[in-house]
């Protein structure tokens, strides 16, 4: 039996267009002006960085209420207008103060963006590997990205008065009574906003210009080589990214073994 040679590739969203670069694989043009010999030319390498986005509303409480647990209770999937053919955030309640940005009891509500629009990327600052990469998140870029978070909030402090929630709920917390219109609320959003760390998309998957494997998780241009993690995902799943990064590897082993010869 012969056994055909693979090198599998499983960085991580950040590392694994790094060593790819660092091996010589990606944009010409990115490569030559660190002097690191060209392998194939992927432009894609390191494009297409997506991420959950994700944003605190903090309601204080009634005497009624006591705060408890330390993660999430409650999670939906919803969306922002009805005309939508699939939720585009998700909602996650926690009976506590998330993080230290309020005092007293209180409980949260997460607003995720799921369906982001805005793309970042990640590139080299040297050729030094112990260096970590620069990542450009690039959040928010899109209006629509904007548009969906600000909804979310407004849903939140609907949800807050509904006959479930207003029987604890005092006062909302942040961003409060001065955070009222739109232009108001994505200053809130931009100076609070944080990740999620779903970070997916840059070595995608597809056969465009910007796409650095193939349907077999092969990468462009050089052979016995695959990527096998969330770095391939050509758009970003809208729940958490363990599972499908499992779905991932294990599609990534059944690949292998039909190679075994």
């Keep these: 039996m012969r056994v055909k040679k693979e090198v599998l590739l499983s960085g991580g969203v950040i590392n694994s ?11 010409a043009d990115q490569l030559q002006a660190l002097d690191i010999p060209l392998v194939a030319d ?8 997506q991420d959950h986005l994700g944003i605190e509303v903090y309601f204080k409480t009634k005497p009624a209420f006591t705060q408890f647990g330390t993660i999430p209770e409650g999670v939906a999937f919803v969306k922002t207008q009805p005309d939508l053919s699939e ?14 940005m309020a005092s007293g009891n209180g409980y949260s509500v997460t607003i995720v963006l799921v369906t ?75 100076e609070n906003a944080r990740s999620i760390d779903h970070f997916t998309g840059s070595c995608k998957m597809g056969h465009d210009d910007l796409a650095v494997v193939d349907d ?39 690949l292998i073994a039909h190679h075994v010869q």
């Excluded at 267009?17 to 944009?27: E, H, T």
């Excluded at 992927?42 to 960085?49: A, N």
């Excluded at 849903?155 to 108001?184: C, I, K, M, N």
């Excluded at 990468?219 to 695959?226: A, I, K, Q, S, T």
Aim: charged share 15%.
């Design 17 to 27: 267009p790094q060593i790819l670069l660092l091996s010589g694989v990606g944009p």
């Design 42 to 49: 992927v432009p894609g390498v390191g494009h297409h960085l």
């Design 87 to 100: 939720p585009d955030i998700e909602l996650m309640l926690s009976p506590f103060f998330l993080f230290p």
């Design 116 to 190: 982001p629009q805005s793309q970042g990327h990640v590139t080299l600052r040297s050729t030094d590997p112990t260096k970590p990469p620069a990542m450009y998140a690039n959040y928010l870029a899109n209006e629509t990205d904007q548009q969906k978070l600000i909804n979310g909030i407004k849903l939140a402090r609907r949800l807050s008065q509904t006959t479930s929630l207003a029987h604890f709920t005092d006062v909302e917390a942040l961003p409060g009574s001065q955070a009222q219109s739109e232009r108001e609320i994505l200053a809130y959003v931009r």
């Design 216 to 254: 077999q998780l092969r990468v462009h241009g050089v052979e016995g080589l695959r990527v096998v993690d969330a770095s391939i995902m050509p758009t970003t799943v809208r729940g958490n990214t363990n599972g499908p990064v499992i779905m991932i590897a294990e599609r990534g082993a059944d």
